[in-house]
């Protein structure tokens, strides 16, 4: 079920009217989806078992943070970053 949700949370975030919103929006889901593997669903329910989870979410955020700045101005990056 997790995943169907995920999956349809990609394709309406990338079939998005504004290029620009899509990855904004795209950096924020990787980033969040990351931290809760990481701070929730590891601690709490599926420790190390979730670990290959963890590194491929991990994987996915560094590269939508890497077409992110090649969208975007540095300035730009850092203050998405400090968000």
């Known amino acids: ?44 329910f599926y420790g190390e078992s979730a670990k290959p989870y963890l590194l491929a979410s991990q994987d996915v955020e560094k590269e939508i943070w890497r077409i992110a700045a090649t969208m975007l101005k540095k300035e730009q990056i850092s203050e998405l970053r400090v968000l």
């Not at 999956?7 to 889901?29: E, Q, S, W």
């Open 1 to 44: 079920m997790r995943r169907i949700a995920t999956t349809n949370d990609v394709l309406a975030i990338a079939t998005g009217a504004n290029t620009y919103a899509n990855l904004l929006d795209m950096v924020i889901l990787a980033s969040l989806n990351r931290m809760n593997v990481e701070d929730y669903w590891i601690p709490e």
